[in-house]
């Protein structure tokens, strides 16, 4: 026992030992002697060496007050040159910050003067990092709990592999500059205006808000963005936006690394407050917020459809939608909406895209009457279908931007479309429908899909041809005579609170697995189906099929997907009319009622 | 006496005023110096060899002491930098690790010591089941002990907070919203502990007092307690053969059980004052005897037993960093959040059911856990570990902290985002 209690007395010891160095023996130290050999050997009179033999290391700092939180940088303890125009030639950490007239230094007399004095700025405001720490590692951000770490100079480990190559740079220090210099046109930082430019055009303003910039709800607040997010965040959002979020709906725009990098830097510039203004001032803004959406056309144009013209152009609907040459690649093709849509129903699609389109990602605008009126009459004025002479050339032209160039449903817009486009190579879906379904859906469109009514764009022959080459083309299996289905014309059971709770404890029971407890089609296994299970709550949808094919596509299901022939696990007639009205009911403004597990 | 004399006599008058006897070199002095010191006094004059054994007692007990002497040695040097505000509290952390002389090396030695303490006082709780050592006449003991277990997490909780990074603030957030799952009282409490309704200024503050005041000094108290009551007892617990003297024959140890009967004082009092100590270890009978000297024996004991829990400390908080993550945002939680890890046993409970996990099961728990003594009072196999006489209330024993155990071992590597299962490989 005598021997392990001295091993563990000695341990005790050296454990002293280890700390003791570490505490009395820092870098910092080293750095600071060398300082002050260094410029004892620059020294030009005896007054400057007395002044440095009187200074020993010590902890220097910077207490910053004036510019938001107070700050403490003690950056200086090591870069304790910083501010000394003799060591301009020598290595980190004792170099002198460079003199710039770009960051507003002047020269008098030969001698530099900074615009932005260290004493009053600090150093973390321009660079951020972490002023208190006292080891290059914690001091420069290194460490990946660190939310600022030296910015464009310091990645940290956790950080994507792919984009740490597109972070780095003094580029990205024009961030911290516009957190003071807000000037849209400041000449310091290019990078940030350009930043805020792609924010417009890109449509970026309609699904998130920046306060004092733009008002979208779709998508998180930015206001204080770079104060929340890493750029590598930010960057990854941007440019990968399902990588953090499976289930994001942002879009993936058309972006390439310069303008992913400028909206990163202008993301990372916004702190929710600028550090100028006196509190004061932060709250008037506040009372007052700055115009929400900047170039609109004079109010005296009284053309409404140039006035339209120029409002889509401005808005940059452009960013998601295909007008005429511009396509995003998100969102429907509109050049020629005017045969498709009504003017009603453009009008309430842009006050409320989800009151015609209930799973829409298309923000909400908050434009004023007059602008989405001209905007409407603009739309509804672009009549000219693109000239096609072969069935091939239409599906081309017309389908292939959500069916796919292989008719698979996966077309360039199909990710941001909900319902999903059809899927027209599967032959089992294909097959078992009359084709009398198919004509009338290309004629008139699905409610409540993105499909259109094309019945003003093609003419019968038009759509007799375009789907002889879908069915030759894509589902090739050749179509066989229909079994004769058992389906009662009507709804076998008369609508009555009765039948609709009834009908609901057969949904609870049977339907939730996949089309979800709420009905709108997520239900737990609804992830793992192609196509995704129908949202019942879609109101235009379901008020546009017949009793009929409900209870059709239940009893006998829907081949193709993944809804079964629910006859097989003995569902009655009159049980299906039952979910029929239990699912209209749903949709049905009056007496909607409330799902009891869905509580 | 010249006060030439005095003045030179000074040291050493001083000196045995102090401290009474020179060092022992007799059985005397021996006894002597452990009943005249303060500290010592704790300490009976002579120990059984049994207590001695380090396979007996593994030092557990003493381990959980010196832990939560280094935690209050620690933890007021800490003090002297924390300031408890929810706009301070974060950059005194950085100041800790950045420019406080020894500022991470002490952090981390309270944070692994407020670990090793609670782990300490678990194992301890399972060693003195484990040998029965709960049994009459030291019931009560086993329940104070009981309390001190609680005060330990609640300590080790309250100061998971004080850091105010993200850890620290969703570990709060997920642990206070378990005792919010009690009903009719459950929000109430939560309130309380909290002042708010979410974890911000008050629960700081409300947390920073329980963890410096209220919890030590009420530790310390009950810590008074349970020294006491072991001296009361008669020592640690052994088995009857261990208070026989090497050789001799088991002797009937009835006379523990025998009250001393005490006559009024009148007239001359015949017996000492250490007579009047009722209980089991009185030398007023003819017990066997089976002991040594406390001094030096059992100091060397918990001498080394110190040591060694110093040592464990230095060394870990030299090689390993107490954790401090990004400063609180109460917007971003992080996925999964988690509760401290002695409480993922319980998150992981409430995964399946938010009352039974959060407050049936851990209530029933520790009801058990304080009725033991009372329900199991067969008096067989004190003393020994594993007695076979004990096989079925060991067997629940183990059962149950296994299964604890094991919960807390799914809750801290096999909990993934959403508490989704992932594997830790």
């Known amino acids: 026992m005598r021997l392990a209690l001295a091993i563990a007395s000695l341990v005790v010891l050296l454990v002293h030992g280890i700390v003791f160095y570490d505490q009395f023996f820092h870098k910092w130290e080293r750095y600071q002697n060398a300082y002050f050999d260094q410029a004892r050997t620059q020294a030009r009179n005896d007054e400057e060496r007395a002044d440095l033999a009187s200074r020993s290391p010590r902890i220097e700092q910077i207490m910053v007050t004036q510019f938001g939180e107070t700050r403490v940088d003690r950056c200086t303890t090591c870069h304790i040159a910083s501010d000394d125009p003799r060591f301009a030639g020598l290595g980190h950490p004792l170099k002198t910050h460079p003199y710039s007239a770009a960051l507003g230094d002047t020269q008098v007399n030969g001698k530099w003067e900074r615009r932005h004095k260290f004493n009053d700025f600090g150093c973390t405001v321009c660079h951020e990092g972490q002023g208190r720490g006292l080891t290059d590692h914690y001091a420069h951000g290194e460490d990946h709990y660190w939310p600022d770490p030296l910015l464009g100079y310091i990645t940290q480990e956790p950080w994507r592999k792919d984009f740490v190559k597109h972070l780095k740079g003094k580029d990205y220090m024009q961030a911290a500059c516009a957190q003071c210099h807000t000037e849209e046109k400041f000449a310091g930082t290019p990078i940030v205006a350009r930043g805020r430019q792609l924010f417009f055009e890109n449509n970026c303003y309609g699904c998130h808000r920046i306060e004092g910039i733009s008002d979208g709800t779709l998508g998180p607040e930015l206001t204080e963005a770079g104060k929340k997010f890493k750029v590598d965040y930010l960057w990854e959002s941007i440019a990968d936006p399902r990588a953090n979020l499976a289930s994001s709906f942002m879009p993936k725009f058309k972006l390439n690394d310069d303008d992913v990098k400028a909206l990163v830097i202008f993301l990372k510039s916004r702190h929710g407050i600028n550090l100028t203004e006196t509190q004061l001032a932060q709250f008037r803004s506040r009372l007052h917020p700055a115009a929400v959406v900047e170039s609109t056309p004079s109010p005296t144009s009284t053309d409404l459809v140039s006035r339209g013209k120029q409002l889509i152009q401005d808005r940059a609907c452009g960013a998601c939608h295909k007008i005429g040459e511009k396509d995003g690649a998100i969102a429907p093709d509109l050049s020629f909406e005017g045969l498709m849509k009504d003017d009603q129903w453009v009008l309430d699609h842009f006050k409320n895209p989800r009151s015609r389109m209930p799973d829409s990602i298309m923000p909400g605008f908050r434009f004023v009457e007059t602008d989405f009126q001209a905007m409407t009459a603009y739309l509804i004025s672009l009549k000219t279908p693109p000239a096609t002479a072969t069935p091939a050339e239409t599906y081309k032209a017309l389908c292939q931007r959500c069916h796919g160039e292989k008719g698979d449903g996966l077309g360039p817009v199909a990710t941001y479309i909900d319902p999903a486009p059809r899927d027209l190579t599967k032959a089992a879906f294909m097959n078992s429908k009359p084709r009398e379904r198919f004509v009338e859906s290309i004629k008139q469109g699905v409610h409540g899909t993105s499909m259109p009514s094309w019945t003003k764009v093609l003419n019968d022959t038009q759509v007799d041809g375009l789907l002889t080459y879908v069915e030759t083309t894509f589902t090739k299996d050749k179509r066989r005579a229909l079994k004769p289905r058992n389906v009662p014309a009507q709804n076998p059971v008369t609508a009555s609170k009765e039948s609709i709770a009834r009908g609901e404890e057969i949904f609870l029971a049977r339907c939730t697995g996949c089309h979800g407890r709420k009905a709108d089609g997520k239900g737990p296994n609804s992830l793992d189906i192609v196509p995704r299970p129908r949202n019942l709550r879609n109101s235009p949808f379901v008020s546009s099929i017949a009793d009929q094919r409900l209870i059709e596509s239940i009893l006998y299901g829907v081949q193709g997907t993944a809804m079964p022939p629910w006859i097989d696990y003995g569902l009655s007639q009159k049980e299906a009319g039952d979910l029929v009205h239990f699912i209209r009911s749903l949709t049905q403004a009056s007496a909607r009622p409330q799902l009891r597990a869905g509580r | ?425």
């Open chain 2, 1 to 425: 006496m010249s006060v030439k004399t005095a003045l030179a006599e000074i040291p050493r008058t001083i000196w045995t005023s102090i401290f009474r006897h020179s060092l022992p070199s007799s059985e005397l002095g021996q006894a002597q110096t452990s009943f005249t010191n303060f500290f010592l006094h704790v300490h009976p004059v002579k120990v059984n060899r049994h207590t001695l054994k380090a396979t007996y007692t593994l030092g557990l007990g003493l381990i959980s002491f010196f832990l939560f002497l280094i935690l209050t040695v620690t933890g007021v040097l800490l003090m002297f930098y924390y300031v408890p505000s929810t706009t301070q509290a974060y950059d005194r952390m950085l100041d800790l690790r950045g420019s406080v002389a020894f500022g991470t090396f002490l952090r981390n030695m309270h944070r692994w010591g407020a670990h090793g303490m609670v782990i300490a006082v678990f194992l301890h709780m399972c060693r003195v089941f484990l040998t029965g050592s709960y049994k009459r006449p030291r019931e009560f003991n086993w329940v104070i002990g009981v309390f001190l277990l609680l005060l330990t997490l609640f300590g080790s909780f309250t100061g998971y907070l004080l850091p105010w990074d993200q850890l620290a603030f969703w570990a709060i957030t997920v642990g206070t919203a378990i005792a919010g799952y009690a009903p009719v009282v459950g929000e109430k409490m939560r309130f309380l502990l909290l002042g708010d309704n979410t974890v911000g200024q008050e629960a700081l503050l409300r947390f920073y007092v329980l963890h410096v005041v209220v919890i030590p000094l009420a530790i310390t108290l009950l810590v008074a307690i349970h020294f006491w009551r072991i001296r009361k007892d008669g020592g640690l617990s052994r088995p009857a053969e261990a208070d026989m003297a090497p050789g001799t024959e088991a002797l009937s140890v009835q006379v523990m059980a025998a009250p001393i009967e005490l006559k009024p004082a009148e007239g001359k009092q015949s017996f000492g004052l250490m007579g009047l100590v009722r209980g089991p270890f009185t030398k007023v009978g003819n017990t066997p005897e089976n002991t040594v000297f406390s001094w030096p024996n059992l100091l060397m004991a918990e001498l080394f037993v110190f040591i060694l829990t110093v040592a464990a400390i230095l060394v870990i908080s030299l090689l390993f960093h107490a954790p401090l993550e990004e400063p609180v945002n109460a917007m971003h939680p992080p996925n999964p959040a988690k509760a401290p890890w002695y409480f993922l046993g319980l998150q992981e409970l409430v995964s399946y059911s938010a009352f039974w996990g959060g407050v049936g099961i851990p209530g029933i728990e520790v009801a058990i856990l304080m009725l033991v003594p009372y329900l199991d009072r067969k008096p067989g196999g004190v003393g020994r570990w594993f007695a076979k006489e004990r096989l079925l209330a060991n067997t629940l024993f183990v059962s149950f902290t296994l299964l604890n155990v094991i919960l807390i071992i799914i809750g801290t590597l096999f909990r993934g985002p959403n508490w989704e299962f992932v594997s830790p490989w």
